[in-house]
């Protein structure tokens, strides 16, 4: 019985060596262009059914001048308390206060995964946020002082 019990560990153990972690490169699913940074970090956690989860991705020293074009189609951030909100909620889930400071100039583009669909007003973010079953979406943030960007998926 331990002889079958090590056999399956140490099989496990090599195919698990062979398998390959892949960091996904979320500027590239969100189609930010060629942007060059200097640092990013990932911070991911997940539920137990199939893709429900949180995961920010902030990416430090972003060079604008790479990604001026898609900034000017986004929406301006304007002090959008719903956009500040979701920073908030979601730095303070990971225990990242530090993280994601107020964001007083920028860009943002919110995108519902459920319906397909970006969102561009206040009424149309509480909406989701507020009266939807699953909350789905994807929020990319532009911080125009800091040349970072911000990248929440929210899956519940």
Known sequence: YLAIVALCLLLGFMLGRKSKYEKRDYLKQFKIGKATYSESLIYE???????????????????????????????????????????????????????????????????????????????????????????NFSLVVWDDEKHTIYIVEYRI
């Open 45 to 135: 956690a997940y539920g137990g059914l199939q893709n429900d989860g949180i995961m920010l991705a902030v990416y430090y020293d972003v060079d604008a001048a790479k990604i001026i074009h898609q900034l000017d189609s986004w929406e301006k951030i304007n002090d959008s308390p719903t956009i500040s909100s979701i920073l908030k909620n979601v730095s303070s889930y990971f225990g990242l206060d530090f993280v994601i400071p107020e964001i007083a100039s920028g860009n943002f583009f919110l995108y519902d995964n459920s319906q397909h669909k970006e969102l561009r007003s206040e009424a149309e973010m509480n909406t989701l946020l507020l009266h939807s079953e699953d909350v």
